[in-house]
């Protein structure tokens, strides 16, 4: 194994990131430093490493398996000659700039997201990410058992990595993509009801799970749903509640997908590409105990 020396922790923003120093991130880290990235993780919910530029797609993936099981996209194909990679390119219009929980329209959402700098602008393409707990404290009480009570549907229908992937498949030879996988990937739509407030599986915390794929709340109109989304949300991603990190290439980030939303900011014209590995899933249960569940798969 290799073997780091003690690791520094630099905290980034008050409620949530940190900057991890002295680390090189290897598949075969040594158990007690990848124990304290984990205690680091569970505490800052976001975890920033530079310059990792050694990693490639093979040992990201293989490092990312220290913290789960590979969690396969369920639209989207993984990146060719690779087990579980979503790549998102800027010119085949992959730019994830909405708030959002990756993969929150199935039951299963993926516990953590590794996330690699492999093309970076000069200038622009910031990510900034927000704690859902701090953001469900800071609710008014009675917001809060209202939000306790809601059960929201989430859907893919208007998926920024499904449309990214349709592009990028119509940019090339027509003959070395069946029609086949293209008209059934292009008509999987999931619908999933899941609590507005759930248990965070670690340490019971509540958080706010909603984000772009959220369509609607049960039992209230789609105007009524957008306007308690809007309230809900706002507390999500007031600027006190987030974290934002500058990219370099060879830059890697961990994130408590379940714990957190995240923005990429599409303020940039030259060519993004990052690379992300999902790893380990967990179905939320709110605050009585009941369980996310799949409404429809078309």
Do not use: C
Request: proline letters at 3%; hydrophobic letters at 35%.
């Amino acid at each position: 194994m290799t073997i780091q020396s003690k690791i520094e922790i630099v905290r980034k923003a008050g409620r949530l990131g940190a900057e991890v120093r002295g680390v090189k991130l290897t598949p075969d880290i040594d158990n007690e430093t990848l124990s304290q990235i984990k205690e680091a993780l569970s505490e800052h919910l976001v975890l920033f490493f530079r310059n990792q530029h050694h990693l490639d797609d093979a040992t990201h993936e293989e490092f990312a398996k220290r913290f789960g099981e590979l969690y396969v996209h369920p639209t989207v194909p993984a990146k060719e000659k690779t087990a579980a990679i979503f790549e998102l390119d800027s010119q085949e219009g992959a730019k994830a700039n909405t708030w959002h929980t990756d993969v929150t329209f199935v039951p299963e959402v993926p516990r953590y997201s590794i996330l690699r700098g492999v093309e970076i602008p000069s200038v622009g393409g910031d990510t900034v990410w927000a704690n859902t707990h701090t953001a469900f404290t800071d609710l008014p009480e009675e917001l809060r058992e209202l939000a306790e009570k809601l059960w929201a549907i989430h859907s893919n229908k208007y998926d920024y990595a499904s449309y990214a992937y349709i592009n990028r498949i119509k940019d090339r030879d027509a003959e070395k993509w069946s029609e086949h996988r293209r008209n059934v990937f292009s008509r999987i739509e999931y619908e999933t009801r899941h609590p507005v407030v759930f248990l965070h599986p670690e340490n019971g915390n509540k958080h706010l799970l909603l984000g772009g794929f959220v369509r609607q709340f049960e039992g209230y109109t789609t105007a009524e749903s957008a306007a308690i989304y809007e309230i809900l949300q706002n507390y999500v991603t007031r600027l006190e509640n987030t974290v934002r990190w500058n990219w370099q290439k060879g830059d890697l980030v961990i994130w408590d997908n379940l714990a957190t939303q995240h923005y990429a900011i599409a303020d940039y014209d030259e060519r993004r590409i990052v690379r992300r590995v999902t790893v380990s899933k967990k179905i939320p249960k709110n605050v009585n105990g009941e369980e996310s569940s799949l409404i429809s798969k078309k």
